[in-house]
Nanobody
Framework: QVQIEESGGASVLAGGSLRLSCRYS????????LGWFRQAPGKEREAVAA????????YYRYSVKGRFTISHDNEERTMYLQMNSLKPEDTAMYYC?????????????????????WGQGTHVNVSS
């Protein structure tokens, strides 16, 4: 069982930066892959970035490469998403998620069913 809580969402101007945080608590299960997703109104949820906790491999959606950075603090059980050079199209609800099983491929292209645990989301609004 994994409980997840995101924070850090806010309203910013285009070109600005935000850092999202995802604190998770684990009970009897330690995920090896964490990720950030986002969902804009009227659009499907999409993976933004993922990180393999075991080897710190990072994976990004093409549209955020070079602007977003995912990181993880194992001791604090917290994952971060540093978002720079924000654009209006980055506006969305951002969700933190964890794989439901260990040993599955950690990537932004994987099926949604792999992500077994989700937070409630934190909203990011970027205005021009």
């Amino acid at each position: 069982q994994v409980q997840i809580e995101e924070s850090g969402g806010a309203s910013v101007l285009a070109g600005g930066s935000l850092r999202l945080s995802c604190r998770y608590s684990r009970y009897g299960y330690s995920p090896d892959c964490l990720g950030w997703f986002r969902q804009a109104p009227g659009k499907e949820r999409e993976a933004v970035a993922a990180i393999n906790i075991g080897n710190d491999s990072e994976y990004y959606r093409y549209s955020v490469k070079g602007r977003f950075t995912i990181s993880h603090d194992n001791e604090e059980r917290t994952m971060y998403l540093q978002m720079n050079s924000l654009k209006p199209e980055d506006t969305a609800m951002y969700y933190c998620a964890a794989h439901g099983e260990r040993g599955t491929t950690c990537t932004v292209d994987g099926a949604l069913y792999l992500w077994g645990y989700w937070g409630q989301g934190t909203h990011v609004n970027v205005s021009s």
